[in-house]
C-alpha cells in the first residue's frame, strides 16, 4: 500500500544501487553528484543557508544532496522512513562530524524537538507521498522550525510541460500495477497552500522545466512553545 512508506521505502532500499535508483533514477555516482550539486546551490542561492544554521533534510535519502551541504551548516540532520536509506547515508558521509540521522515514522517529525531548526528543506519526495501527508510534513515542519526559519518543498509540476509528459506516462500503468512509488505531481497552488495554511509567510515559488519549488519562512513573532531546544537525534 502507497501510504506504508516505511515498507515500501524499506523495501525499495535494500541494496545500494537500489536505493540509488529508486531516489534519483540513476545508479551512476557522476550524475548523482552533479544533481546533488545542483538541487544545494539551488538552496544555497534562494532559500540561503548560513554556517551557524541546523540543517534537516525531509527524506533525505542516500544523502545525494546532504552530502554537499554538510559542510556549509553547523550541524545538518538527516531524516528518513527507510533505516537502509539511512545506514546507506551515513557511508555516504562518514567524513562528516557534524551530521545526524534521525529514522521516521513516515507520518511525522516526532524524534524532533520543538523550535530547533533553522532551515528544512524536503526535495523529491512528495511525488511519493498522498496529500494529507504532504501536509502533515509541511506542519511539523512549521513546528521544529524556529521563528524566522525556512522550509523549503518541491514536487513535479502538473502544470510544466515535462510534468504533464511524466503524468501522462504514468497514467498508462493499469490501477492493479501501479507501484507504490508511483510519481504523483503537484500543481503550484497546492504548494502553497500547503505552506499558507500551515501558517508560514514571505511565500515564493519558483517553476522549472520539471519541479515546482516553493518556499516560506516561519513567522518571527510565533512564540516558541518550550523555547529553542536541541534535537532529540541519534547517529547511526
Known amino acids: 500500500m502507497r501510504s506504508d512508506y516505511k515498507r515500501v521505502w524499506m523495501t525499495l532500499s535494500e541494496s545500494l544501487s537500489s536505493a540509488k535508483m529508486h531516489v534519483s533514477g540513476t545508479e551512476d555516482e557522476a550524475i548523482l553528484e552533479a544533481s546533488g550539486a545542483g538541487t544545494s546551490e539551488f538552496l544555497l542561492t534562494n532559500i540561503g543557508i548560513d554556517p551557524t544554521d541546523v540543517v534537516l533534510e525531509i527524506g533525505c535519502g542516500i544523502a545525494r544532496v546532504g552530502k554537499h551541504l554538510a559542510g556549509r551548516c ?31 515514522s513516515g ?7 520543538d523550535n530547533s531548526i533553522d532551515v528544512a ?19 511539523e515542519a512549521f513546528r521544529v522550525l524556529r521563528p524566522g526559519g ?10 510544466s ?35 499558507n495554511r500551515a501558517g508560514f509567510e514571505q511565500i515564493e515559488s519558483r517553476p522549472g522545466d520539471e519541479l ?23 547517529r547511526l
Open 212 to 234: 515546482i519549488s516553493v518556499w516560506g519562512s516561519k513567522p518571527m513573532d510565533v512564540v516558541p512553545k518550550s523555547g529553542p531546544l536541541e534535537t532529540s537525534t541519534s
Open 107 to 113: 507520518n511525522d517529525l516526532q524524534p524532533l524537538s
Open 121 to 139: 528543506y524536503c526535495t523529491v519526495v512528495f511525488m511519493h507521498l498522498e496529500g494529507w501527508d504532504r501536509y502533515s510534513y509541511v506542519e
Open 161 to 195: 510541460d515535462a510534468g504533464w509528459s511524466i503524468f501522462e506516462t504514468h497514467r498508462k500503468f493499469p490501477p492493479a500495477q501501479r507501484p507504490d512509488h508511483i510519481t504523483v505531481c503537484s500543481t503550484p497552488q497546492e504548494l502553497y497552500e500547503y505552506l
Open 74 to 104: 553547523r550541524r545538518w540532520i538527516g531524516a528518513d522512513v527507510s533505516r537502509n536509506m539511512l545506514r546507506f547515508a551515513a557511508e555516504r558521509l562518514r567524513n562528516f562530524s557534524n551530521v545526524e540521522f534521525v529514522e521516521l
Open 150 to 159: 525556512k522550509l523549503y518543498v518541491d514536487n513535479v509540476n502538473l502544470c
